[in-house]
């Protein structure tokens, strides 16, 4: 007979294990076909799993006694119930390991000092995805784990109340489904010379995060126009107002003057995000507004998908997040956009 953990668990031969019950799961793998328990915690064992657990390299199996400990399986449930928000489900024990899923669209986020602080108790493992990005329903998002088969629960008990102290450790917050105003700046799209191709672009990413954009007006290169277009949109209720085109420092791009005249606080004009450096955040009392430069149009992810389900989130964007960003803010223009799985913005 082996003994382990200070004879907390022993472990005895599965010849002799008929009649017990399995104190952990026990997993099989065949290559390129299959990995999961074909024996489960609790399972209790008969002579015909005899010779299957024997074929699994399994000559002993632990079956008895945890004083003052807790199974793994049970370690993984108390921490991830502990360190779960808003926006989240949580699997079944799996190998020792709980699972976290998001249960609607919305914005990841991550406690990041508290979760170096739970993964700073000894033998305790939290794993997940980036702070910042919009998940999908359903979508796996982290998951935990303690190292040893069992674990002295005071290890536990640190655990649960580091999570108590920064809850929650992980959360998806909802992203408002807002009344958009979109303002597209251009005297050559205002005479009709060009088609409108930056409208379009915006209106399909607002959409998918579950806003609409309620008015779309063209105006000239003209300060007065855009401010007057503005604020018709802030009368007809835009909750949120978003203004393309005239962001660069060339004399006919008029838009971070036009935002100023029309009353907006500016945060920040110019981030260090490429693509995205000319963007521009300002707020009219609540309500958000932003200047997108050309390359929003152009390309897949920049400064607008990092910024946007932060504002629909509820946030109120900083410009000292704003600096930040610039690491992780080099979008490395992949042949195949990857975006959000990539380095891009985290």
């Known amino acids: 007979m082996k003994y382990y953990e200070k004879e907390k668990i022993k472990a005895i031969s599965v010849k002799k294990a008929v009649g017990k019950v399995l104190l952990h799961d026990i997993t099989e793998i065949v290559p390129d076909l299959f990995k999961g328990p074909t024996f489960r915690k609790g399972h209790i064992i008969t002579q015909t799993d005899v010779e299957k657990l024997l074929d699994l390299g399994k000559e002993h199996i632990y079956v008895s006694g945890l004083n003052g400990e807790v199974h793994e399986n049970d370690a993984a449930l108390r921490i991830a119930r502990a360190a779960m928000g808003q926006g989240l489900a949580i699997s079944d024990p799996k190998e020792g390991k709980v699972g976290f899923s998001a249960t609607a669209l919305g914005l990841l986020k991550i406690n990041i000092s508290a979760l170096e602080r739970l993964n700073s108790v000894q033998d305790v493992i939290f794993a997940t995805l980036h702070t910042n990005q919009v998940v999908e329903t359903a979508q796996e998002l982290a998951g935990t784990r303690v190292i040893p088969l069992s674990i002295d629960e005071d290890k536990i008990i640190e655990a649960e109340k580091i999570c108590k102290q920064y809850w929650p450790i992980i959360e998806v917050k909802p992203l408002a489904k807002l009344d958009v105003g979109l303002v597209v700046t251009g005297s050559e799209v205002f005479s009709g010379r060009i088609r409108d191709g930056f409208g379009p672009v915006v209106q399909d990413k607002f959409e998918a995060l579950g806003s609409r954009i309620i008015k779309k007006t063209i105006v000239s290169d003209e300060i007065s126009m855009t401010v007057s277009a503005i604020r018709e949109l802030l009368g007809n209720g835009a909750q949120m107002i978003a203004v393309t085109g005239g962001m660069s420092v060339d004399p006919d791009d008029l838009t971070p003057a036009a935002i100023r ?18 963007f521009m955040l300002a707020y009219i009392g609540d309500v958000p507004v932003v200047g997108l430069p050309g390359c929003v149009m152009y390309h897949r992810a920049s400064i607008f998908d990092l910024i946007l389900p ?5 946030e109120t964007v900083k410009k000292s997040e704003i600096v930040k960003m610039g690491h992780g803010g080099f979008c ?13 913005g985290k």
């Open 310 to 314: 932060r504002i629909l989130a509820g």
């Open 332 to 344: 490395a223009s992949c042949k195949q956009c990857r975006f959000p799985s990539c380095s891009f």
């Open 261 to 278: 005249a029309a009353g907006g606080e500016i945060v920040s004009y110019g981030a260090p995000v490429l693509p995205g450096a000319m």
